[in-house]
């Protein structure tokens, strides 16, 4: 029942009017934004005028001992985002004012109280009086109470709504903080992937904690994925990255547990393949595909074509169904669901989430409940989805049900990731991979043969520097903004703001006044822009139609043309060729905004023009990189795969890269007069995370040096006891 708002619900101080009922705030009758949780708090503090409201009564109101949370941050953020929305300053606080490791006070003048305690009285005042009952008179009168006040309790049962899902408590299990992912149980023990010398490796260890320990994989191959257990937890199926490839999976491999000769499954990689809940099929994806065949990967019949690739494919528990995400863009993917028979194929939760971003999910064993990932709320993280969410699946007879998802997980900050998740056997507790994704870029020192940190304190991704060495552009990996320096990291500039995605590799006007960069908007596909250098509105240049998007634009030495490729997402996602239309290097005239393609560039993409004007680099979809020589008009194969962001040097004679050389990872440059390759160093001392990563960049520094992202995330596992009522 919804009641109509009161003088008790309203609170005003200044020109500002806060409505706890509809926890909304107002500037002179303006609604002003604020979030969920700061409100909460500006409310708690609105009962307390002029009186300190403890740190540890917020945490008990707000953040409650059930909520997974970093608490500090997440209270500090929050009250930010108050001052931010009354236009308080910290150090001379209007409203707000922060008593140092204490709590807070509101100090302004508050008109209408937000704690009433209301009263009922009687219309008449008058009490009835009766003659004295009999003892036949009471007894009857007692049996027809207590038979009231079952009736009145079954009835209150009856009509009271199952409580939602909730997490009790947690309990951290690793404390070593190396990456991990790809979590998985067999009931009496977690396998999941661990960065080990900059390669993904097996591991294992009891789900009631202590050592991890190593899983044996006797196959040759530079990296691997884990995409599922056994349904009697005798075997794995894992995907692995041979040593002549740098983008895929090539095979998929059946590993025995505890230790066995590993067997290959299909010609190709069953990319996410899943077992049935009867271990006699397996689900897996090609291309936009999804598929089904036997556990050994026989006669594979189509089950559904998407329109993006169907990611995650998991069965429900009865083996009726397979719910999956579909990947259609940067911070656009959506949960689907489809019958074993191919029938009734549907998206899930269509609305709740605009645009769409959920990922990763898993039933319950007993099927009562649906777990996914789901960045609902937050800032486009690209593919990143940070919160767990639970959704009811079954129906109880006599009580309603509520089928709507609920929160089960918060996490504070965009560096803080879930990673992922996977119930445990009995359906008792929700075993999870959290941890906070930084990098430190890294020189190296060719003295001392080392390297050492450059550009200290900035957790960014993805640099790119001026011309002249005087700026440097890099993405916050935290909410995959723009931004730019001085490379002493001076000067410090926001150039994009959520919810406009950035993530990508931007690009430098010769004169060092634009960058020019690829950014997505939610629901919509990349593109290229580019922002002033001092900061303003970015401008759109492209339309991003070619295939799902445009990326890496590339300017010219004279400032008149910038170089740019396809996104090929869906081709890149796939272990067997795919079947679409030609992808090519396009040319856009900056001034009149014309396009023509550069010749020769069919199924080519990440352009790179040389410093010297005389060259552009591609890839080709096999790995290799191609060099166009503007005087002969012809392509050159430079470097083989394996290879990984390809960067030219100052005066355009070589390009740097990275490479795998018998099992280790390596920097390379050739020499474009007559390919000859060399190797400047190891890269196996920075703790990079797999090969050719999304964030293992790879760079020139204005002095020439060699520059390298260094991870130093920290990653660990948890079990969360929750009540799935």
Not at 225 to 249: F, K, R, W
Not at 522 to 537: A, L
Not at 614 to 632: E, H, K, L, P, W
Request: aromatic residues 10%; contains cysteine.
């Amino acid at each position: 029942m919804v009641l109509p708002a009161t003088s008790d619900q309203i609170v005003s101080f200044g020109v500002y009017t806060a409505d706890l009922r509809t926890a909304e705030l107002y500037k002179s009758g303006v609604k002003v934004r604020l979030e969920r949780q700061p409100f909460q708090v500006l409310s708690i503090m609105l009962e307390h005028p002029n009186e300190l409201v403890s740190r540890d009564e917020l945490r008990n109101r707000v953040w409650p001992q059930d909520t997974f949370v970093d608490f500090d941050h997440a209270l500090n953020t929050a009250v930010t985002k108050i001052r931010v929305a009354v236009g308080d300053d910290a150090d001379n606080p209007r409203f707000v004012e922060t008593v140092p490791r204490r709590g807070y006070r509101f100090v302004a003048p508050v008109n209408g109280a937000t704690h009433r305690v209301r009263t009922n009285t009687d219309e008449t005042g008058s009490v009835v009086k009766s003659g004295s009952p009999t003892r036949k008179t009471l007894a009857l009168s007692a049996v027809a109470t207590v038979l009231a006040v079952i009736g009145g309790f079954s009835a209150l049962w009856l009509r009271s709504p199952i409580p939602p899902p909730r997490v009790l408590k947690y309990t951290q299990l690793t404390s070593d903080g190396e990456y991990k992912g790809d979590l998985f149980t067999d009931g009496a023990r977690l396998y999941f992937t661990v960065a080990k010398s900059g390669r993904l490796t097996l591991a294992q260890m009891s789900t009631a904690g202590g050592q991890v320990s190593p899983v044996a994989v006797p196959i040759e191959q530079v990296g691997l994925e884990l995409s599922d257990i056994s349904p009697d937890g005798s075997s794995l199926l894992v995907h692995t990255y041979a040593a002549d490839q740098d983008e895929n999976p090539k095979a998929t491999y059946l590993i025995p547990l505890p230790a066995g000769t590993p067997r290959r499954l299909g010609g190709g990689a069953l990319l996410g393949a899943t077992w049935s809940p009867d271990g006699r099929w397996i689900a897996y994806r090609q291309g936009t595909d999804l598929y089904v065949a036997r556990s050994d990967g026989s006669t594979p019949r189509k089950l559904a074509t998407l329109q993006g690739p169907p990611l995650s494919p998991r069965w429900s528990p009865d083996g009726k169904s397979l719910r999956f995400f579909v990947f259609m863009g940067i911070g656009n993917h959506s949960l689907w669901e489809v019958r074993n028979d191919g029938s009734h194929l549907d998206q899930l939760f269509p609305g709740w989430n605009n645009p769409p971003a959920e990922c990763c999910g898993k039933w319950t064993p007993d099927g009562r409940y649906f777990i996914f990932m789901s960045s609902r709320g937050e800032a486009s993280k690209g593919e990143s989805a940070t919160n767990l969410w639970a959704v009811r699946e079954k129906d109880e007879y006599f009580r309603s049900v509520s089928h709507k998802p609920v929160q089960l997980t918060l996490t504070s900050t965009g560096t803080t990731q879930i990673a992922s998740a996977v119930p445990s056997t009995d359906g008792k507790r929700l075993f999870v991979i959290s941890g906070n994704e930084r990098y430190e870029l890294m020189r190296y020192d060719k003295p001392s043969r080392h390297f050492l940190p450059y550009l200290p304190g900035v957790n960014g991704v993805k640099f790119s520097f001026s011309s002249d060495g005087l700026w440097v552009a890099y993405v916050n990996f935290a909410d995959n903004t723009l931004w730019r320096s001085k490379v002493d990291g001076s000067e410090r500039l926001q150039l994009t703001f959520p919810p406009m995605n950035a993530n990508f590799i931007s690009s430098w006007s010769p004169d060092g006044s634009q960058i020019a960069f690829p950014a997505s908007l939610p629901g919509r596909p990349v593109r290229i822009f580019r922002v002033s250098r001092d900061g303003g509105s970015p401008e759109r240049l492209t339309e991003g139609k070619h295939r799902d998007g445009d990326i890496r634009p590339s300017w010219s030495p004279d400032g008149k043309t910038l170089a740019f490729g396809e996104y090929p997402g869906e081709i890149l996602d796939s272990a067997v060729p795919v079947q679409t239309s030609p992808m090519h290097i396009w040319l856009l005239d900056v001034q009149n905004r014309k396009l023509t393609n550069l010749p020769g560039s069919t199924d080519l993409f990440r352009p790179a023009w040389s410093p010297n004007n005389r060259y552009i680099s591609a890839q080709s979809m096999d790995g290799s990189v191609s060099v166009f020589d503007f005087a002969t008009r012809k392509w050159t194969e430079m470097i083989k795969p394996p290879n990984e962001w390809c960067t030219w040097s100052h005066d355009g004679n070589y390009i740097q890269y990275g490479s795998v050389v018998k099992g280790d990872e390596v920097l390379q440059h050739v020499r474009i007069r007559d390919r000859k390759v060399e190797t400047v160093t190891s890269l196996k001392n920075l703790a990079r995370v797999g090969f050719n990563g999304i964030n293992t960049w790879l760079g020139i520094a204005p002095d020439g040096s060699p520059l390298a992202l260094r991870d130093v995330s920290s990653s660990d596992i948890y079990a969360l006891d929750w009540e799935l009522p």
